[in-house]
């Protein structure tokens, strides 16, 4: 065998060092004692799985089905037991089993370095792409958001595409079973959405690769390659089939995919059966990027940032945030006098206003940094064409994608068109796509530069070339800033406000208003303002200066971002500049460019990720799950078996912290299932459908009293489950939801005309007849019925395919009525009625997930036989 050398390990290990040393530091908090990580989107996730969490404690395992939120849905979408696979044990290893956050920034460095090794970089110049690629703004920002699975995602990401790699440069063996491993950990980390964008990179790859080959003829081993990339990728399946199949299963019925379109011929959606064949593009594109927004890639606040707000230990944290010197603040203590206090707290209100871009809000910008941005403008002059034009390729590709509806004829196409494309939404995570491929031009600079002739004219050209391309864009920015008027406002909705608000019958025309322009920020601001001050002309000019005020904010943050993203180009133009004279040594050059890189990014992450973002954790608890008089007063009840409905959180089915004490009708999950998804958009938005509240047994209401929120009882829930005493046949889901307008759910059961041979000799319920739950379980819910008849019987739980029903014990038939319920003719008798949750599905994933993992240590086994095998006939000769 060849002789071992730890030296050639050293660089390797500095490197994993330097990713240590930097994941600590923005980490630093997490390690003091009893911490927590406060995250947003996981505080709702933690009122979700509460319930599960409790059942688990008491039987051992998670329930398959959650009773927490949405009146029921599939538990294994929210939190399941995990299948012992082998990458379990390696996902652990490559975080090194360190805490949160210092874990994702370890592994996104690890998993972008592997991809640094795959190209053949050195590895000192696989520092910088690393760090530049973890250290983006987006990761800090989604860590604090909650969005752990992206981030893992992200994660290994890079991986794969090094894997990939190894196979187009004829390393069959070993690229197997590396792109087998990565992209089964990809795939497991369970972000389905990132997944997709890493596969359209790698499709973008493969084709710009494969264009290369076909050139040269090597026909064979192209079709080697992509047999084994499609082998891999079959593995990888299989690995994760107990994460991917009951998805995919389940996906067909959640709202992505389709929703309700009531049939009024205004509706542009592909329909089927009432239904849309994925989700709608309004809802999908909401969160689109402008396209001058893109400049935030260089700098960061070209639309204001977005808004973070963080709180420890009672004091606020926001960025950006409207200082002393601003002109906002000005204007209020100035010309408006305001006290100081009050001024201050307007101050922070407005804050969140600073952001101005296409999206409905946001809580910061994808930043790259202004080094890498420069280094990839170089780089497409420096580097020869094997990689940097599908690179290329695919950072517009992503950008185009990011547009969203401010480039509706593309991307309405791909939502129409490209496979899948419909069932994701938030277009702006395209943009995770130059995050990644970006700092992979970087390293490739980075690494060719060390072996630059410096005599030769051709690299100092080129450099140059960077440079002007890179002010190329400093001019377009600068004409930007000069010619925007940095303002969120719809023209015609504030000159028709203008028209009405001194007519003394206005207010009722502002109805009108609404429903004929959409209100943007500024818009809002204005006519807040005219109508505190009463609405006079004067009233307009001091609201018109006031946002004027805020606009001027908005410019001074762009244009500061401007001068800063000058002054660190600079510094790492001038430290290559050096080099290229021969006026500095190439580690320097390398460690001083990275060490610029790193704080230019450093500096605007730890504005979203610093000591404010945590907290003890028993105060996290007290101050996301807060139990009020209300929550005691309902937990009370001695019969558990109701449902609650928040009315004091907004929206409540934006809302899963009411999960936490409660069974809720509301809730919050991005893949909701579809049928519940329509209930609450026709029958629940806007003036609530009483009788759709008493079919789901909401026992109690949640509202805002003078003391804070009250339980009130609802005495028209109808229980766990009710005899009918006749069925209403419709046909299709646009008739059945039409029905329970109105319908009285204790007489009447609504049931669509496919069901109708289910119902075949039932009688009308009478007085005698009985009904009612004797044991609940999240999976299994037990019933007995005495009746002399057969009758209708409508159960308070959600219908879904998976439930089966048994009577006495047998299999027995039951059917979906009012849209989202379960029922059932129960015959004559007395009877035992049980409803048992079995996802087939998923016990058969697991036995898939097996196989792939014994196929998987096999592959393992030998490829380290055969490079063993390789090394000692190399060592022999």
Not at 134 to 143: D, E, G, K, V
Not at 297 to 325: I, S
Not at 600 to 612: E, T
Request: charged share 20%; net charge neutral.
């Amino acid at each position: 065998m060849k002789n071992f050398s730890f030296k050639s390990l050293v660089p390797h290990l500095i490197a994993i060092g330097i990713f240590l040393l930097v994941a600590f530091i923005i980490s630093k908090p997490a390690f003091q004692s009893d911490t927590i990580l406060k995250q947003s989107d996981l505080t709702g996730w933690h009122g979700m799985v509460k319930q599960s969490e409790e059942y688990k404690e008491k039987h051992g395992h998670f329930p398959m089905w959650s009773v927490s939120m949405f009146s029921g849905m599939p538990s294994y979408q929210i939190a399941i037991d995990g299948t012992p696979t082998p990458m379990h044990y390696l996902d652990g290893l490559f975080q090194l089993w360190l805490p949160k956050p210092m874990n994702w920034f370890f592994l996104a460095c690890i998993g972008f370095y592997i991809l640094t090794i795959c190209l053949k970089i050195k590895p000192y110049a696989g520092i910088i792409g690393s760090l530049a690629y973890a250290y983006c703004t987006f990761s800090p920002i989604i860590i604090t958001a909650g969005h752990e699975t992206q981030m893992y995602a992200l994660g290994y990401a890079p991986a794969v595409i090094g894997a990939v790699l190894l196979l187009f440069d004829k390393k069959y063996m070993w690229g197997f079973v590396l792109t087998s491993l990565f992209t089964s950990l990809q795939i497991f980390k369970n972000h389905q959405q990132i997944s997709y964008y890493l596969f359209l990179v790698l499709l973008i790859m493969t084709i710009g690769l494969g264009i290369q080959y076909i050139k040269k003829r090597e026909l064979a081993h192209l079709a080697k390659t992509l047999g084994l990339m499609l082998a891999a990728a079959g593995l990888a399946l299989a690995l994760n089939a107990v994460i991917l199949f009951p998805t995919y299963d389940y996906a067909k019925y959640s709202k992505r995919g389709g929703q309700l379109v009531m049939n009024d011929g205004k509706t542009n959606e592909s329909v089927k059966d009432g239904k849309t064949t994925g989700l709608s593009k309004d809802y999908a594109f909401m969160w689109s990027y402008g396209k001058a927004e893109t400049l935030s890639l260089l700098f960061p606040g070209v639309k204001g940032y977005g808004t973070h707000y963080a709180e420890r230990d009672g004091e606020p944290y926001l960025f950006p945030q409207l200082g002393e010197n601003s002109h906002t603040v000005k204007f209020l203590k100035e010309t408006l006098q305001v006290p100081d206090a009050n001024a201050d707290q307007i101050a922070m209100q407005m804050s969140t206003s600073l952001y101005w871009g296409d999206q409905p809000f946001t809580n910061g910008p994808v930043y790259l940094g202004a080094v890498i941005c420069f280094l990839f403008l170089f780089g497409m002059f420096y580097l020869d064409n094997k990689h940097k034009w599908w690179i290329l390729a695919a950072i517009v590709f992503s950008i185009m994608l990011a547009w969203g509806n401010n480039l509706a004829g593309f991307n309405y196409f791909m939502f129409d068109y490209f496979p899948l494309y419909n069932k994701f939404r938030v277009p702006t995570m395209a943009l995770v796509i130059p995050q990644l491929l970006a700092p992979v031009i970087a390293v490739l600079v980075m690494d060719k530069l060390r072996t630059a002739d410096r005599s030769d004219l051709f690299a100092w050209k080129t450099f140059k070339k960077g440079v002007m391309a890179t002010g190329i864009l400093f001019v377009l920015a600068l004409g930007y800033y000069f010619t925007t008027d940095f303002s969120s406002e719809n023209r015609e909705r504030t000159t028709a406000f203008n028209q009405f608000i001194t007519d003394p019958n206005g207010a009722a025309k502002l109805e009108d208003l609404n429903n004929r322009y959409k209100a943007q920020k500024d818009n809002q601001i204005y006519e807040n303002m005219v109508q505190n001050l009463k609405g006079d002309v004067g009233a307009q000019k001091t609201a018109r200066e006031f946002v004027n005020a805020l606009r001027q904010d908005r410019a001074s943050l762009f244009l500061n971002d401007i001068f800063r993203s000058f002054l660190f180009i600079i510094l790492g133009v001038g430290l290559i500049a050096l080099y290229l004279k021969n006026k500095l040594k190439y580690n320097m050059m390398l460690a001083g460019v990275t060490l610029v890189a790193l704080i230019d990014l450093l500096q605007i992450d730890m504005k979203y990720l610093n000591d404010k973002s945590f907290d003890s954790k028993e105060k996290y608890e007290e101050s996301e799950f807060p139990m009020t008089n209300a929550d005691r007063q309902i937990l009370q009840d001695k019969d558990p078996n109701y449902r609650v409905l928040n009315l004091t959180t907004g929206d409540p089915f934006q809302d899963s912290k009411t999960s936490y004490y409660h069974k809720s009708i509301g809730g919050y999950h991005a893949a909701k299932l579809g049928i519940y998804d329509d209930l609450t958009a026709y029958q629940l938005s806007g003036s609530l459908n009483i009788g759709v509240l008493d079919m789901l047994n909401t026992k109690y209401v949640i509202q805002n009293g003078d003391k804070g929120p009250e339980a009130h009882l609802n005495p028209g829930a109808l229980g766990n489950v009710w005899f009918v005493k006749a069925v209403q046949f419709v046909n299709g889901p646009s008739a059945e939801m039409k029905a329970l307008t109105g319908f009285n759910p204790k007489d009447t059961a609504v049931v669509d005309e496919q069901y109708k041979s289910l119902t075949t000799g039932y009688t009308p319920a009478d007085s005698s007849a009985s009904i009612k739950l004797t044991s609940f379980d999240n999976d299994d819910m037990v019933y007995e019925s005495n009746t002399t008849q057969p009758h209708i019987a409508v159960f308070s739980e959600i219908y879904y395919k998976d439930w089966k029903a048994f009577i006495d014990d047998k299999p027995a038939d039951y059917f979906k009525a009012d849209y989202v319920l379960r029922a059932m003719l129960i015959p004559a008798g007395k009877h035992k009625i049980e409803f048992k949750f079995v996802p087939d599905v998923y016990n058969k994933s697991i036995k898939a997930s097996h196989i792939g993992s014994a196929i998987f240590i096999l592959m393992l086994l030998l490829a380290i036989y055969f490079e063993f095998k390789k090394n000692k006939k190399t060592s022999l000769n």
